[in-house]
């Protein structure tokens, strides 16, 4: 197993969750959206207002092209998930955790985040409508769903530590 993918809605826990999962399993782990700054040397919304949402989804198929052949865990953008040729990459070259957390516990943790311009400038309504569609293209990128609610960020680390040792044959 080479690379081990979060998916999920912006709010599910992937950077909290990868960046604890790099620690129990040894493996480095990268923010996507971090790395895409990082490269680009600007701000996501810099990169849409300069280039529009159309170029930041190709650069986001880009890194998963290119990025890194090694085994690690890689936090992906909320959005990433959309497009069918990123959910062949992500299925085809590792395993995929589709953290599945209900919009009502998301809504809590991201409505007052200045950092995600979205939920500034989107109703509650209109971001539960994303959520819905998003929804079902997480479900179809990922190998394994992991319910999110009422479990505690550790419960759900030892559920995916379990899911990867079973995978690779340790138990």
Known sequence: MRKIYLVG??????SAIGRRLSYLLKMPYYDMDHEIVRQQGM?????FEKYGEARFRE??????KKFRD?????????????????RKIMRRSGLVFFLDATFED?????Q?????????????????KL??????????????QVL??????????????FQVKRLKGEH
């Open 9 to 14: 809605f912006m709010g599910s826990g992937k």
């Open 43 to 47: 701000t996501i919304p810099q990169i």
């Open 59 to 64: 650069i986001e198929t880009e890194f998963l």
């Open 70 to 86: 090694e085994a690690c865990i890689i936090s992906t953008g909320g959005g990433v998930a959309i497009n069918a040729e990123n």
């Open 106 to 110: 998301i809504y809590k943790r991201i």
């Open 112 to 128: 007052h985040d200045p950092n995600r311009p979205i939920v500034q400038s989107s109703t509650k309504e209109e971001l539960e």
């Open 131 to 144: 959520y819905h569609y998003r929804r079902r293209f997480y479900r179809e990128t990922g190998h394994i």
């Open 148 to 161: 999110t609610e009422g479990r505690t960020l550790r419960q759900i680390l030892e559920y995916l530590v």
